[in-house]
């Protein structure tokens, strides 16, 4: 029977008829035909070109059928990375805007039988990750694209860098708290003092001490030495540093050799006045000197400070000052107290002199401090 021509009524039937997706068991994918009805899919099997169509395929069936599966999985995973890239969605979802496509190519001429088994063959083949759920299977495209691996590759050196700067930065302030303890257990080991006793070795030697020193007798002193009991030569040790009470009056009795006290006064306020001096240079030194620990606590609370400080300062009972002359002689510079804030920046604010209430910003205000008493 010959076919009606394009613009006929009967032509322009069928089109309108054969729009939009038919009836799948009415489908021939060998020949590609989609009939409307039972009758017209019996017609077309006993036809003779569907029994060429048919011996081709049954000479060679796996390559139909390979090539059949392979543009199901073109198909669908085109959809899949175009529509929903890397997110969970269900394999229902995907594969009903797959068939939207009049088409396209049926599930029941490719080597999967149904779409749970062609959604797990995905996961076994590393194509997708699948999960079952109670609702049905979800899976997810896994992008192996050039771009994507590029992209990844460059997440995962920007991430190790900031890793590698992470942990140099801890292994300075790590260093610089391991010198700081350092430092301190020094300083601490040089404040000490360390008292020793007197020891004398022979028992027969005479000691002799000298206090009060001049600079003209420490020059004429050395070089000179006692005799002991034994008859031995002992050297005097003159460089002894000042006490620190002042000579009593028994010791310039009993020696002779020693100063008078207008002469000892002048040295000993100098010898005071060089220990002071030392004293302050060294309070200072050790005030100025502050260790990297400190440093490193003072930054964290500068940085937590600037962190936590907030740009509104709004809130409800608080007695506020207007300071913008815009609202008038009659606000101007009046007392009022916030009844609401809006919005973090906009006080709902009623005068103590009218009880007007005025929506005011919080640029035009600034908080009153009360009096003393």
């Not at 049905?136 to 992209?151: F, H, K, M, N, V």
């Not at 942990?167 to 700081?180: K, L």
Request: glycine residues 6%; charged residues 35%; proline residues 3%.
């Amino acid at each position: 029977m010959p076919k009606h021509e394009f613009l006929t009524p009967k032509a322009i039937a069928n089109r309108i008829k054969s729009k939009g997706l038919q009836k799948l068991r009415w489908y021939c994918q060998m020949c590609q035909k989609q009939c409307r009805d039972e009758n017209g899919f019996k017609c077309h099997t006993m036809s003779e070109s569907h029994q060429r169509q048919l011996l081709l395929v049954a000479e060679n069936p796996g390559r139909f059928v390979g090539g059949f599966s392979a543009e199901f999985l073109k198909g669908f995973m085109d959809i899949l990375r175009r529509q929903y890239g890397t997110r969970r969605i269900h394999c229902n979802v995907v594969y009903q805007e797959y068939i939207k496509d009049k088409d396209h190519y049926h599930m029941n001429a490719t080597r999967w039988s149904t779409l749970t088994g062609f959604v797990m063959w995905l996961g076994r083949n590393g194509l997708c990750e699948v999960e079952s759920t109670p609702k049905g299977w979800y899976i997810t495209y896994i992008d192996r694209s050039p771009e994507a691996l590029a992209r990844q590759a460059a997440d995962d050196k920007k991430k190790k860098m900031d890793r590698d700067d992470e942990e140099r930065t801890q292994r300075m302030i790590d260093e610089q708290i391991v010198r700081a303890l350092a430092n301190k257990e020094e300083e601490e080991e040089n404040e000490k003092v360390k008292y020793v006793g007197l020891e004398r070795i022979d028992e027969n030697e005479k000691l002799t001490f000298k206090l009060f020193e001049t600079s003209k007798e420490i020059e004429e002193d050395e070089g000179q030495t006692s005799t002991d009991q034994n008859g031995k030569d002992v050297k005097i040790k003159t460089e002894m540093p000042p006490p620190k009470t002042a000579p009593r009056q028994n010791d310039f009795k009993h020696n002779k050799s020693t100063p008078s006290l207008m002469q000892t006064v002048p040295n000993a306020l100098k010898l005071a006045e060089e220990e002071a001096k030392s004293k302050g240079f060294q309070r200072e030194e050790r005030k100025r000197k502050v260790s990297a620990v400190e440093e490193v606590f003072k930054m964290e609370e500068e940085r937590r400070e600037k962190r936590n400080r907030k740009d509104y300062w709004l809130h409800e009972g608080i007695i506020v000052k207007v300071i913008h002359q815009k609202l008038g002689e009659k606000y101007y510079k009046r007392k009022g107290v916030i009844e609401e804030v809006q919005n973090l920046y906009t006080a709902v604010v009623r005068m103590l002199d009218t009880n007007d209430k005025l929506k005011i910003d919080q640029t035009h205000l600034e908080t009153v401090i009360p009096m003393i008493g």
